[in-house]
Every structure is written in structure tokens, then in C-alpha cells.
């Protein structure tokens, strides 16, 4: 393409960086290709490289550059200093006749197509070596919004191209490798979207903190964008899955978060500023930014998009005030995730930890130790510490050239697109953002772990931990007859075994769910108003504040918390076993302690299948089984099987398989599997009757070695007995086994004995268990023991010799 002056963003394409940048070249790309797909852009203008280059050329700006970096890279002068003195000649600088008129005319364009009105313009600077899978040079440069009127338009452009020589962007490019004259500006002039009246956010078409490349992550807030980017405001958060998005029947929102929202950035009335942050409502504070059907439609942007460019992508969005409708306003190639090696898995494990002082979103997946430098002002940034943990309010560019030398940072505000973490993980440092209080809770010099590696929170802990780090390549391990699936509870963390060669889940306690997520007893739920403990009536008020009916905030964030995971193995099989709390457990949720009984041994009490049909927990039992329908049915994980747990008889188990099937779940109906645990005696004894009501078997060996050898697992004085490895345990696990293979039945095992004796591990193989299930650190040591087993079996090793 000859370079004219100007260009019409839908005359250039991603192949045009050289020439408009990368920020104007992708936009037009998107107008070009993905418009007439259905996706909409706001269309505008770019000045092209050889409009800047003139532009320096016309003002003799060329040699005054030139000679003031090489000043400051002779050690003449400081940075600040120099990229201020640059700024200054570009913005004093006159237009040339020719490229004033270019810019005039195309904004002349926009008036008429605008039906004659001025219309308000982003005016936003590309640079022509940005926005590459390599380095992103998102943020280096100057946005300016709400710029109406030629003189402002000009103005705006002018102060663009002098915000290339800002100190942020020196650096940038320093580190990066970019010399001083190789990189130009291009300005985007693009149609303002009225975000102001409405909502806008920022997308990745790949989960940004594990790499799992099948989820769009999307975050909103009130009004224009800057916010978030900048992580001056705590936003709306959701996480879709995008292998379901195709189906119109199901809705894949696997977890969404609603944000304080505290501040929106609006248009500024006076004749100065162009735009200024206000304070939210109440009613905006406690509302989504958008609807369910908004969000999935941005999802199936954000795969349209990451397909036509053939790589994962990082998303502008906003949604127009007047028209409420959605529209992209920008997309580039996502920058950390993407440079991964494929098939490599990095793991942190923590020990010896301090008291936990603060919380908020994980950031990277790591762990790191140092001392605190709080900085509460960016004016202050030349007193940081090299290696030490930064601790801020926020963040912007100007931070960028101090976050490169910190161990990790810590942030009161942000989300998990805000500046403060994207720039942590092209640094690959841990963060934690949006604390709330980290700088008053915090203090310079006091030592600290910042620690992200437990899933989506952050913890920073007081003193310095142990942190071991274990790399693994994940496309070497061996393969297994035997499948070997995964215990896994916390959906936080679900995604980061996503690489392990897994079979699926074996085991997914739905307690952990309720526990950590939902915190409300279901039965304080479905009799709310007759609760009499007034502080836990006021919790449940505060938690279930955005549902009419409270038992539906039970239903929704259960299902939820089990999509996440679900998503991860999808379609492998997940297998959720239903709570199998014990009363004591129980009376510990809020509300908990109004319909709990006392029990002197609460492991052999009312727990599991006896409580899902006793009227004391029928109607929170119900509440179960429409999450697993809702997770199932409305949003598409048919990959779910139930699991029964602790079922002590064969009239107990039709009871509940009766009970099930009152509230919508038939075993058979829409691929609908049913297991049990097997960890009572009486499970194996009568194997062959339970076979007949279930698909499958899995073998909790915790339990049947405590209730085989009648030793209390939590026993200290009794440890040394409690073996799953016994004869009398080895004898039971056999026969089910054999008895459930004898009937067709699955059968498989979840406890912890193969993760902690390989010997076990070999047992189950030669007695042909279907399938192991382990938690993911014992993964890669139990799927090598397995394989080991298996070729001594094939070998006729005589210690493997077929279990009779």
C-alpha cells in the first residue's frame, strides 16, 4: 500500500503495522473482515507513519531528538528531563499545510456521516511496532477521549505524537530491544462510543492466569474504560466457556463476580477536561454492568476475533448509551500466556508461611518473598527498592520502568485486566490486586510473602515462606490402561491442572463448594424468614442481596463453582459426589446450628445418603439437585455424574435414587451416570445388589480402612494401625473389584493411599481397577507407578501375578 497521509481505518489491515501501528491496523482489520461477520466496530481514521515522519521532518525535529537521547544515554541528563524536553519540541511543533488539510478533511467526512453534527472522537496514538505477541505496548502512549471540533482534533493528535517520548515509552522500547527513530506514530481517530452513559471492559479470549485456552474472561464497569485499564475501579467479572457457546440452548457462564464499582469515568462538561471519574449509585454498585445474554455475545466476539487471528486476544469492548448496543473497539494478540512452551507445567507449593494480613485477586501463579516498599504516589516512584514487594493504590504506565525491578506487587484496586496485572504477567511477576487496604495494612520494610499459587485469591503473608518449584513436562508422561483422574474441590484452582494428561475427575467434594463459596446452611436458606440468630439472618442478607428468592443464590453459586471445574475436563467425565458434610461440619455454616443435632461421633452419624431423603434435610437436598440440574441442563455440562456418598444399605440407596428422581434427575435420562462410594462393609458385602442401582463403584479408601479395621482415621494415638494397605482392607478392595466387574459395573478408587504408597497403586493395577483418582500434585508420581505396574503385569513379573 502507498502511504497516503490519511487512511480510512476500513482501507488498512493487520498487515499494515508498518504503517498505521498496530492498534489502528487491527481495528482496521476488524472493520474489514469481522464487520461483515456481525461484530460492530466504530469506524474512523488513522494518519499513517509517513504523517509523523513529515511532521518531524517539517519542524526540524529529527536532530533535536537525536541529540537529547544522546545526551541522556551519555549520562548528560535524566530521563525526565529528556523525554520532557522532547515532548515540549513536538507539542510546539506546526502542522504541514498538507497533513492539517488530510486530517481536516477526514474529520470533515465523519461530520457528514454524522448527519452534519461534530461528532465526539476517541483519538488514540499506535505506534508501528505495537501490540506484537512478543511486547505489548499497550498503554505506552496517550488515549484522548471526547474530542470534538478540528482544533481539538489536531490538538489531541499533536499531543499524541509528543506522548511517544514519554519516559515510560523510552523505557519500554529500551527493553524491548526498539532503537530510538525506529518506531513511528500513527493516530487512530475513531467514533466515540457513548460508554459514558452505559458500560465497557476489556476481554481475553484465554484464561490470562493458567493459559487455558477454552475460556473468555470479560470485565465491566459503569462508563468509559480508562478505569479499569488503569485499575482505579474494582470491576464485574466473568468467566464463559467457549466450546458451548455454539449450542443456542445453553448458557456457559461459569462464574461471575460483581465488583464494588465505586467510580465511573464519564464526559466532562467543561471546555478543559475531557473526561473526569465520578461516583457510582448505590443501584449501580449493586447491579451487573451487563446482562447474560450481553456477556455471551461478547464471548462469541472474543472467539470470532481470536479465529480470525489465529491466536489468543487481548479485547476492548464498550456498549453505547443512546442505542444499547455492543461494539469492539479494539483487539490485540495476547502477550503472556501465548509465549509459553506448550506441554510444560510449573507448580509452587508453600510452606512455613506467616499470618495472613491481606487478600484479594491472584495474579500469575507464583510465589515470591521480599521486603515491603510502600508507595502510595506515583510522584514518589523514585524511592523503590529494587527486589523489594511494591505495594501501591494502582498503577498505570508511569509505574511500568520500578514494576520491572519488583519481586511482586500488591494493589488496594484492580481486576484481573487492570494495569497492575497485566503488566505483572508480561513481568512475570505474582500479584495481588484489588486488596482494598493493602497500604494501610502493609508497611515499607516489614517482610512479606506474596503468594498466588491457591487458585483465583491472593494471599500476602507476613515473614518469608518456603516456596519449592517443580517443573514437568507433561508430554512425556507415560500411557495407562488404567485411568488416572483427578481429585480436585477448589474451582479457583481448577484451571491450572488444565495441561495434566488427566482421564477426568474421579472425585469433586460438592462440600468444599458450599463451604468456601456459599458459607449459608441450605435449610437457613429455605426457612430464612423463621431464623432467630439475628447476626447470621444479616450475614445471609449481605451474601444473597441480588436474589429475590435466597434458596436460588444456593442454586447458582453451586452450580457455578462445579462449572469451573467441570469446564476444565470437559467432556471427560466429572463425577460430583453430594455433601457429605458431617452435623458438626454442618452446624458450622451460617444459620447451621438452628437444624443440626449434636452427635458424640459425628463420622458414624447423620451424614450422606441418610440425610437426603430424612425430612431434616429434604428440602436442602433438593437445593442440590436443582444446582446439578442447572449445571447439567441450562448451562451444558452434561460431562457431570452424581456420586452418592456414604450409602448403607440397598433400601437406602433406592430411597435416594427415589428421591433424585423426584426432583428431575433419572439415571439414564440425558446421559445421566449415578456411582456410589464404596467405603462401608456392607457396600462390599452386597456389591452385587448396589451394582444393579449404580454405573460404578469408587472406592474411598479413608473410610472403608476406618471402618474395616475400626480405627478412627484422625486417631493420633492410633496412626500407626491405620493402614489401607492391610489384608483385611487389600481383601475388600479385591472383592469389589471382582464383584462390580462381574455385574459390568465401573469401579474405581479415590482416596489417598495410591498418592502416598506406590505399593497400593500396584495392588489396584493388578487387581484391574478401572481408574485411580489422585490429587493433582500426586498426579505425574501415581500415573508413572501405574504405568510401571502395568508393563510388569504384561512382562509376568511373578510379585504382579493376576489377583484370583
Not at 683 to 712: E, Y
Request: glycine share 10%.
Amino acid at each position: 500500500m502507498t502511504q497516503k497521509l490519511v487512511l480510512n481505518l476500513a482501507q488498512v489491515s493487520k498487515e499494515d503495522v508498518g504503517i498505521v501501528g498496530g492498534k489502528n491496523a487491527s481495528l482496521g482489520e476488524l472493520i474489514q473482515s469481522l464487520v461483515p461477520k456481525g461484530i460492530a466496530v466504530p469506524g474512523g481514521f488513522a494518519t499513517s507513519a509517513n504523517a509523523f515522519r513529515l511532521f518531524l521532518e517539517f519542524n526540524g525535529l529529527n536532530g533535536t531528538i537525536a541529540d537529547l537521547i544522546a545526551a541522556y544515554e551519555g549520562g548528560k541528563d535524566d530521563l525526565a528531563n529528556t523525554a520532557k524536553a522532547i515532548r515540549n519540541a513536538v507539542t510546539a511543533g506546526d502542522w504541514p499545510e498538507e497533513l492539517r488539510r488530510a486530517i481536516c478533511e477526514a474529520y470533515a467526512q465523519m461530520t457528514e456521516h454524522a448527519g452534519g453534527q461534530e461528532p465526539a472522537v476517541a483519538v488514540r496514538s499506535s505506534a508501528t511496532a505495537e501490540d506484537l505477541p512478543e511486547a505489548s505496548f499497550a498503554g505506552q502512549q496517550e488515549t484522548f477521549l471526547n474530542i470534538t471540533g478540528e482544533d481539538a482534533v489536531l490538538d489531541a493528535c499533536r499531543r499524541c505524537y509528543a506522548s511517544l517520548y514519554t519516559d515510560r515509552a523510552i523505557t519500554y522500547r529500551a527493553a524491548h530491544g526498539f532503537a530510538e527513530g525506529s518506531v513511528a506514530l500513527s493516530v487512530g481517530v475513531q467514533r466515540m462510543v457513548r460508554a459514558d452513559q452505559a458500560c465497557s471492559g476489556v476481554m481475553f479470549s484465554i484464561d490470562t492466569e493458567t493459559g487455558f485456552p477454552d475460556m473468555v474472561l470479560i470485565d465491566g464497569a459503569w462508563g468509559l474504560g480508562e478505569n479499569i485499564v488503569q485499575g482505579a475501579v474494582d470491576p464485574d467479572a466473568w468467566q464463559v466457556f467457549k466450546p458451548l457457546l455454539d449450542d443456542p440452548g445453553v448458557s456457559p457462564i461459569v462464574a461471575r463476580r460483581r465488583g464494588s464499582k465505586e467510580v465511573k469515568m464519564v464526559y466532562a462538561a467543561g471546555p478543559h477536561l475531557s473526561t473526569l471519574s465520578i461516583e457510582t449509585s448505590k443501584d449501580e454498585r449493586e447491579a451487573f454492568v451487563l446482562t447474560d445474554a450481553e456477556v455471551l455475545q461478547l464471548a462469541r466476539w472474543a472467539v470470532l476475533i481470536e479465529q480470525h487471528y489465529g491466536c489468543p486476544m487481548d479485547i476492548e469492548w464498550a456498549k453505547d448509551g443512546p442505542d444499547g448496543g455492543l461494539c469492539i473497539l479494539q483487539a490485540r494478540p495476547e502477550t503472556v500466556q501465548s509465549r509459553k512452551a506448550a506441554g510444560s507445567l510449573k507448580t509452587y507449593s508453600l510452606s512455613k508461611q506467616g499470618d495472613e494480613l491481606v487478600r484479594g485477586l491472584a495474579i500469575g501463579g507464583a510465589a515470591a518473598s521480599g521486603d515491603v516498599c510502600l508507595i502510595k504516589s506515583a510522584a514518589d516512584i523514585a524511592n523503590f527498592v529494587d527486589g523489594s514487594v511494591l505495594v501501591t493504590s494502582t498503577t498505570d504506565p508511569d509505574w511500568v520502568p520500578v514494576m520491572q525491578r519488583a519481586a511482586a506487587i500488591v494493589t488496594d484496586h484492580g481486576g484481573r485486566t487492570s494495569h497492575a496485572a497485566i503488566v505483572s504477567r508480561e513481568f512475570g511477576l505474582p500479584a495481588v490486586v484489588g486488596t482494598g487496604d493493602a497500604t494501610k495494612v502493609l508497611q515499607s520494610g516489614q517482610q512479606v510473602t506474596v503468594s498466588c499459587i491457591g487458585g483465583d485469591e491472593g494471599i500476602v503473608y507476613s515473614g518469608k515462606a518456603a516456596v519449592t518449584v517443580a517443573e514437568v513436562d507433561v508430554t512425556a508422561l507415560p500411557r495407562t490402561r488404567t485411568k488416572i483422574m483427578l481429585n480436585l474441590a477448589n474451582p479457583g484452582a481448577a484451571g491450572r491442572w488444565w495441561q495434566l494428561p488427566s482421564d477426568g475427575v474421579g472425585l469433586t467434594r460438592m462440600e468444599f463448594v458450599i463451604a468456601n463459596t456459599i458459607k449459608v446452611h441450605p435449610m437457613a436458606l429455605v426457612h430464612f424468614s423463621e431464623l432467630e440468630d439475628t447476626a447470621a439472618k444479616a450475614e445471609i442478607e449481605r451474601l444473597t442481596a441480588r436474589y429475590e428468592d435466597k434458596r436460588d443464590y444456593f442454586i447458582d453459586q453451586l452450580a457455578e463453582g462445579l462449572a469451573r471445574i467441570a469446564a476444565v475436563q470437559f467432556p471427560r467425565p466429572v463425577i460430583v459426589r453430594m455433601s457429605d458434610f458431617k452435623t458438626n461440619e454442618y452446624a458450622g455454616l451460617i444459620g447451621g446450628a438452628a437444624f443440626e443435632p449434636i452427635e458424640e461421633n459425628p463420622m458414624l452419624g447423620f451424614r450422606g445418603a441418610a440425610r437426603y431423603y430424612s425430612p431434616q434435610y429434604r428440602a436442602g437436598f433438593a437445593l442440590e439437585c436443582q444446582a446439578i440440574r442447572h449445571l447439567r441442563e441450562t448451562m451444558g455440562f452434561t460431562n457431570v455424574a452424581i456420586m452418592i456418598p456414604f450409602c448403607r444399605t440397598v433400601e437406602e440407596a433406592d430411597r435416594v435414587i427415589e428421591t433424585m428422581r423426584d426432583e428431575g434427575l433419572v439415571r439414564g435420562e440425558k446421559d445421566l451416570e449415578l456411582y456410589m462410594m464404596c467405603e462401608i462393609p456392607s457396600n462390599v458385602v452386597l456389591a452385587g445388589d448396589f451394582a444393579q442401582r449404580f454405573d460404578g463403584f469408587s472406592i474411598g479408601s479413608n473410610d472403608l480402612t476406618q471402618l474395616t479395621l475400626g480405627i478412627d482415621r484422625d486417631s493420633e494415638l492410633l496412626a500407626d494401625q491405620f493402614d489401607a494397605g492391610d489384608p483385611a482392607v487389600e481383601w475388600m478392595i479385591r472383592h469389589v473389584i471382582e464383584e462390580a466387574h462381574r455385574h459390568g459395573t465401573k469401579v474405581g478408587l479415590c482416596g489417598q493411599a495410591p498418592s502416598d504408597d506406590p505399593a497400593f497403586a500396584r495392588i489396584l493395577v493388578e487387581c484391574g481397577i478401572d481408574s485411580i483418582s489422585v490429587t493433582p500434585d500426586s498426579f505425574v508420581a501415581v500415573k508413572s507407578h501405574v504405568a510401571a505396574a502395568e508393563q510388569a503385569l504384561e512382562a509376568g513379573t511373578p510379585e504382579l501375578e493376576k489377583c484370583p
